[in-house]
């Protein structure tokens, strides 16, 4: 069984950062689309940012120039470091891994931004 798990969330102050790590296994890592997603209490789960096999990034709107996603192939680690933190950034936020119509999805971490 595929599993991806999340750590590295917490409570910050606005502006603090964090980095969340998932760590993957029974997996080819190397093959999968990873990407992070995030679902506050009533709202929809959305997307945060992809990185794909070849390292390619896309990012939500809202955490451009805040957030970046990076893999370590070696490890089987992708990495979601978020700085300049903002109240509305608190969220779960879960590890996702994508190949073809394979997908799968981590427990999540929690991450509360607030004085």
């Known amino acids: 069984q595929v599993q991806l798990v999340e750590s590295g969330g917490g409570l910050v102050q606005p502006g603090g950062s964090l980095r969340l790590s998932c760590a993957a296994s029974r997996i080819i890592f190397s093959v999968h689309t990873m990407g992070w997603y995030r679902q506050a209490p009533g709202e929809q789960r959305e997307l945060v940012a992809t990185?794909?096999?070849?390292?390619?990034?896309n990012y939500a709107d809202f955490v451009k120039g805040r957030f970046t996603i990076s893999r370590d192939n070696a490890k089987k680690m992708v990495y979601l470091q978020m700085n300049s933190l903002k109240p509305e950034d608190s969220a779960l936020y879960y590890c996702?891994?994508?190949?073809?119509?394979?997908?799968?999805w981590g427990q999540g971490t929690q991450v509360t931004v607030s004085s």
């Open positions: 996702n891994a994508r190949v073809v119509q394979y997908t799968y």
């Open positions: 990185i794909t096999p070849s390292s390619s990034t």
